[in-house]
């Protein structure tokens, strides 16, 4: 299944995101925790709900010169566990 | 082992780096120099996979990472800059480097970009990311919004626009384009109208904001091809 790229998605409000040393934990109001890496981290912090996922990949392309196909992968799969895990909900522009 | 360059014009850190990194048991700075054209012979004559460049050389990594990208195997550039800045950060990333450290993690932090950038690993530090991306965005954003508004202007005022981005005033577009000063002055109002900005200012800012001129380079060579 291919996902649509025009989709907003927006980090759910009561999730809390925290520095702890080296690592970057997301923290739900159930106290579940999920530690980040950090193009994950980056790339909650573009779930603000105006960014599509397009125009993020774009972005993570260019920065880790990596070609489309291969961002769009990374990307989609990232956001596709923030969804599963509850932590993102997605709009469309 | 990764074999480096060295490049800092400031002898004292260039030399008090190059001992540190030269301890590391997979590291080897193959060179140590002072500007481009010694960091560019450096790097032809030993074959370097490494360019390490410090904050004093970032006026110049435009011009290196250029000069560089057209040898093979293409050496791999790493700017550490001390001053860390998310404006340093998108003009190093724009100008293609493969790696930006900035010295927080102490000898060890610029060791590890070093062998991450060896490995060709894109090299960003984690907290600087998301503010990246976010402007690369911005960017782009901007670039269509800038192309969207020039699809308004006719060939003749993208020429005159065009002019205007150059710094010409009234007189001298007329007179680069053979018409009156008067009519000159119509294309002028026209554009700014168009463009919704108030001033000539306005719109070469506008341009620079959006990378206009690169659209309207484009534009003009589609019309005159």
């Known amino acids: 299944m291919s996902t649509d790229l025009r989709q907003l998605p927006a980090r759910r409000p009561d999730v809390s995101l ?10 739900t109001p159930s106290g579940t925790t999920y530690v980040l890496n950090p193009t994950a981290r980056a790339i909650w912090e573009l779930c603000d709900g105006t ?7 774009t972005a993570i392309a260019e920065v880790f010169a990596v070609d489309r196909a291969t961002a769009t992968h990374d990307v989609t799969a990232t956001i596709d566990q923030f969804r599963a895990a509850g932590l993102v909900e997605s709009t469309h522009r | 082992m990764t074999r480096l360059v060295l490049a800092d014009p400031r002898r004292l850190l260039r030399e008090a780096l190059a001992d540190g990194l030269d301890a590391q048991p997979d590291l080897e700075v193959v060179a140590r120099t002072d500007d481009v054209t010694s960091t560019l012979l450096q790097l032809e004559r030993t074959g370097a996979e ?21 040898r093979t195997p293409r050496p ?9 800045d998310d404006d340093h950060l998108l003009e190093a990333v724009e100008a293609g480097v493969d790696g930006y450290a900035t010295g927080a993690g ?36 901007d670039a269509a919004e800038a192309a969207e508004r020039l699809q308004a202007l006719t060939r003749r005022e993208r020429e005159v626009y065009g002019l205007m981005i150059d710094g010409q005033d009234d007189d001298a577009i007329a007179a680069t384009l053979f018409i009156s000063p008067e009519t000159a002055r119509t294309h002028v ?7 919704d900005v108030h001033s000539r200012a306005d719109a070469v800012a506008l341009a620079a904001r959006g990378g206009m001129a690169d659209h309207l380079e484009r534009a003009l060579e589609r019309s005159a091809s």
């Open chain 1, 18 to 27: 925290q520095d702890d040393g080296d690592d970057t934990v997301l923290v």
């Open chain 1, 51 to 57: 960014t599509t996922i397009d125009e993020l990949v």
């Open chain 2, 50 to 70: 490494v360019v390490l460049l410090s904050a004093a050389m970032r006026s110049s990594v435009p011009q290196i990472c250029e000069l560089v990208r057209r």
């Open chain 2, 76 to 84: 791999r550039t790493l700017l550490l800059d001390h001053t860390p």
């Open chain 2, 106 to 141: 102490g000898l060890e932090g610029v060791a590890e970009a070093i062998r991450a950038t060896a490995r060709g690993e894109s090299v960003v530090p984690p907290a600087m990311l998301g503010p990246l991306l976010r402007r690369l965005i911005q960017r782009r954003r």
């Open chain 2, 189 to 195: 109002h026209r554009i700014l109208r168009k463009l």
